[in-house]
């Protein structure tokens, strides 16, 4: 319910993109409410139902789509108070929330909280297990970067944009045309 909310707002952003003036914000956020109300009943004592990794991130997913910057930050408060770990998802639904606002110390931010993981995870003995016993490292990857690219773009930081894909690169990762685009338009503009 929570994910269908965060597509509710996105093709409502995406309506007013197009140029459909009557998707306004509080369209766009309307979706993003609901989803956030269900997360707190979720929470409240009186519920059966706990909200789990998955929970949060799709919350946070909502927050990116209703252009909630703020509320995705708290949210990954919140899950860290409730003793969950983020996941790469978690992190890119983050900088999603990032791009879209266009808030590129936001983007910086989760950039280097991601690579933390990497550093904590290079340095344990052992990696992390998913909740299916999977053994899990959380590394920066084509998702991440290419939401901080767009958000250079929006930013009007092609020099970083540009700084960005040569560092994916240099990790062995592989960038799309999209990203390829979205590095080319920010030089350009």
């Known amino acids: 319910v929570i994910n269908a909310c965060a597509s509710a707002s996105a093709n409502a952003r995406g309506r007013e993109d197009d140029g459909d003036e009557s998707a306004g914000l509080a ?44 509320g995705a930050f708290d949210l990954l408060g919140q899950l860290k108070e409730d003793g ?16 879209r606002v266009g808030d590129i110390e936001a983007a910086s931010k989760v950039f280097r909280m991601v690579k933390e ?3 904590k ?42 700084l960005l894909l040569r560092k994916m690169i240099s990790e062995k990762l592989s960038p799309n045309t999209a990203t390829f685009n979205t590095v080319i338009s920010a030089l350009s503009e």
């Open 27 to 70: 369209e766009v956020r309307a979706p993003m409410t609901r989803a956030l109300r269900l997360l707190e009943a979720m929470q409240s004592p009186t519920s059966s139902v706990r909200p789990n990794i998955v929970t949060y991130n799709a919350a946070i997913r909502a927050c990116a789509e209703g252009l909630n910057l703020k």
């Open 84 to 99: 969950l770990e983020p996941t790469i998802v978690t992190y890119g639904s983050l900088m999603t929330a990032c791009e």
């Open 117 to 119: 993981e990497e550093e």
């Open 121 to 162: 995870s290079d340095t344990m003995s052992e990696d992390t297990e998913d909740d299916n016993g999977d053994r899990e490292q959380l590394r920066a990857n084509e998702i991440i970067y290419g939401a901080a690219i767009s958000c250079c773009r929006r930013a009007r930081q092609p020099e970083r944009a540009l």
